[in-house]
C-alpha cells in the first residue's frame, strides 16, 4: 500500500494528491507514517482487513463491505483524470512481485532507496 499511494501521489495533478502524505526513504521503499497511521485508522473503523494469504510474508488490504460502500460513493466524486491514475497504480503494483517492484520504484525514485534494506536478489 505505501508504494501504490507514493506512486499515485508522485502521478497526480498537482494539488490533488501530491501532498497527501510526506515520503521519506525507508527500510523498504517510500514511507510514510500518516498513511500507516490512517491504514491502521481504517481498519479500526472497519473500512479494511489486511491479511496474510497464500504463503507471502506481505499482507493485503481488503476492503469491508462497509468501505465498499465508502469508496463506490467516494469514486463518483472524482475526475476521471485521478480515477485513471488510481486505476492504473493499483493495477501495476499489484501485477508486480515485492521485489520487482520495489525494484521499480527504486529504479524511478533513486533517492528514496537511500535508506533501503533491501537487497536485490537478480
Given amino acids: 500500500m505505501q508504494k501504490a499511494v507514493f506512486l499515485v501521489t508522485q502521478g497526480a495533478p498537482r494539488g490533488i494528491w501530491a501532498r497527501a502524505y510526506e515520503y521519506r526513504p525507508y527500510n523498504w521503499g517510500p514511507y510514510s507514517a500518516q498513511l500507516n497511521e490512517d491504514l491502521s485508522n481504517w481498519q479500526r473503523r472497519g473500512f479494511m ?28 466524486d472524482i475526475d476521471s483524470r ?30 528514496f532507496a537511500t535508506q533501503s534494506r533491501w537487497v536485490d536478489p537478480r
Avoid at 491479511?51 to 493485503?60: E, F, K, L, V
Avoid at 460502500?69 to 467516494?74: E, F, G, Q, V, Y
Avoid at 517492484?101 to 529504479?107: A, D, F, G, I, M
Fill in 49 to 76: 482487513v489486511l491479511s496474510y494469504a497464500g504463503g507471502t510474508p506481505y499482507g493485503r488490504y481488503t476492503l469491508t463491505r462497509h468501505g465498499v460502500t465508502l469508496a463506490d460513493s467516494t469514486w463518483n
Fill in 82 to 111: 485521478t480515477t485513471d491514475l488510481l486505476t492504473e497504480v493499483r493495477s501495476w503494483v499489484t501485477s508486480k512481485d515485492f521485489n520487482s517492484l520495489l525494484r521499480e520504484v527504486y529504479e524511478e525514485f533513486p533517492d
